[in-house]
């Protein structure tokens, strides 16, 4: 939610809260492979966040094909410019986009489309989010304050998103409650604790997504929109 003068400040969350980062109970998704064959579904999803969110790994970590990745090495042209703090190992960059799929189910497929996390790379981002269906803003509890732009386009644009908050080692977690509320979201914009290095997180997060998404599109004004047809 964006103030008069622009988006609160982060505030820190304060309840430590364990990360989950191993599966648990069935997949969501195994019921469904009952269901008879229908039309395949390609749909466009984006991973956006700040600087060193980890979009790269997770694309890498979740994708089924070789992920595309536009990695290069930071130099020091960047000094002054790509502010580091909290992320001082990082040594590469995204330059353009990453690009990886996902299979979720036999009829719908993801096409993932991880954005550079640089100010001066915002000029490719409408470009890139043309006709996505939804998007994961990755958040650093260390670095909040770098997602609050992603938020401010995807709010603006009115694209549905969820927050996912990267598990770092060594980095205090936190409550999604708490996390929401340092990051002044809207109500009903949901948060997740996940490990980017994870592939079943990562693919929990790709599900959370995908089921806000659906609930948004039976959730009108007359609460009797008809159920989102996965053969469109």
């Not at 984006?46 to 980890?54: E, M, N, T, V, Y």
């Amino acid at each position: 939610m964006s103030t008069a003068g622009g988006r609160a400040p982060a505030r820190p969350p304060a309840v430590p809260w364990r990360c989950p980062v191993s599966p648990g109970g069935a997949d969501r998704w195994a019921a469904r492979d009952e269901e008879p064959a229908g039309p395949l579904v390609t749909t466009k999803i984006l991973i956006a966040g700040g600087f060193g969110a980890g979009k790269t790994t997770l694309v890498g970590t979740i994708s089924e094909i070789r992920p595309l990745v536009t990695e290069e090495e930071l130099t020091d042209r960047g000094v002054g410019v790509d502010d580091l703090a909290g992320v001082e190992r990082k040594t590469t960059t995204t330059v353009a986009m990453d690009f990886g799929r996902i299979t979720l189910h036999e009829r719908l497929v993801l096409y993932l489309f991880g954005t550079p996390g640089q100010d001066r790379f915002w000029f490719m981002w409408d470009e890139l989010a043309y006709g996505t269906l939804g998007a994961v803003v990755l958040a650093d509890t260390r670095r909040l304050k770098d997602s609050f732009p992603a938020i401010d386009y995807f709010e603006q644009r009115g694209t549905p998103f969820i927050v996912a908050v990267n598990c770092f080692n060594g980095v205090k977690t936190h409550r999604p409650d708490d996390i929401a509320i340092a990051m002044d979201l809207d109500p009903g914009v949901p948060v997740v604790l996940c490990d980017v290095r994870s592939r079943h997180s990562a693919k929990q997060v790709l599900v959370r997504l995908v089921e806000h998404v659906l609930s948004l599109a039976d959730d009108d004004d007359t609460g009797h929109r008809e159920p989102l047809d996965y053969a469109r």
